[in-house]
């Protein structure tokens, strides 16, 4: 069974740069034309979806982050990484990896890593 | 961007009962919708996508429909295992997720 794993600093200061991980079990991101999204969860704005990977390299962003996020994949490392630039207290929250269920864009995520809490204070 | 409202927020229920939740888009999403399950301190379980397709191991006690903008997901009986969280999510544009409905003992 394919498992995700996130990881990277659990505290980060205000204004500066969140940058996470996720490991693939199965190293299977650069293959089965698969989609990987990074999903964060905060008690404040619940379940947010922060955007996506295409196999190709393709990159898909929320609006409201855009700005601000950058995701990757690294296929020697078989991770999923995220970057998301001058961050608030507001993103303080769990960021969980995760993978759609077919090759369609249109689809649910079916593989979610078991999440990374990540704090954001001084 | 489109929202996800969920009602109720707060469902009290006890063993065997026949739960409802409810989640409308604010504009049609036509059946690109998910339904999930959280407990405590875990990731989203999959239950329910593309409104009414149960996914691969889930009980079939749980059921969604409904297309549009109006969702729907049903458990027939509820179970000790079914007290949680459970959320709907749109992937028609982009992906946004309602706000959660917490199963709770009545």
């Known amino acids: 069974q394919l498992q995700l794993q996130e990881s990277g600093p659990g505290l980060v200061k205000p204004s500066d740069t969140l940058s996470l991980n996720c490991t693939v079990s199965?190293?299977?991101?650069?293959?089965?034309?698969?989609?990987w999204a990074w999903i964060r969860q905060s008690p404040g704005k619940g379940l947010e979806w922060i955007g996506s990977l295409y196999y190709s390299g393709s990159t898909y962003y929320n609006p409201s982050l855009e700005s601000r996020v950058t995701i990757s994949g690294d296929m020697s490392k078989r991770q999923i990484s995220l970057r998301l630039t001058s961050v608030t207290a507001t993103d303080t929250a769990v960021y969980f990896c995760?993978?759609?269920?077919?090759?369609?864009?249109?689809?649910?995520?079916?593989?979610w890593g078991q999440g990374t809490m990540v704090t954001v204070s001084s | 961007d489109i929202q996800m409202t969920q009602s109720p927020s707060t469902l009290s229920a006890s063993v065997g009962d026949r739960v409802t939740i409810t989640c409308r888009a604010s504009q049609s999403v036509s059946r690109w919708v998910a339904w999930y399950q959280q407990k405590p301190g875990k990731a989203p379980k999959l239950l329910i996508y593309?409104?009414?397709s149960l996914e691969s191991g889930v009980p079939s006690r749980f059921s969604g429909s409904g297309s549009g903008t109006e969702f729907t997901l049903t458990i027939s009986s509820l179970q000790p295992d079914d007290f949680a969280t459970y959320y709907c999510?749109?992937?028609?544009?982009?992906?946004?997720f309602g706000q959660g409905t917490k199963v709770e003992i009545k």
């Open positions: 199965d190293g299977s991101i650069s293959s089965n034309s698969l989609y």
């Open positions: 593309k409104a009414s």
């Open positions: 999510q749109q992937y028609n544009s982009y992906r946004t």
């Open positions: 995760a993978r759609q269920r077919t090759t369609s864009w249109f689809d649910a995520f079916d593989i």
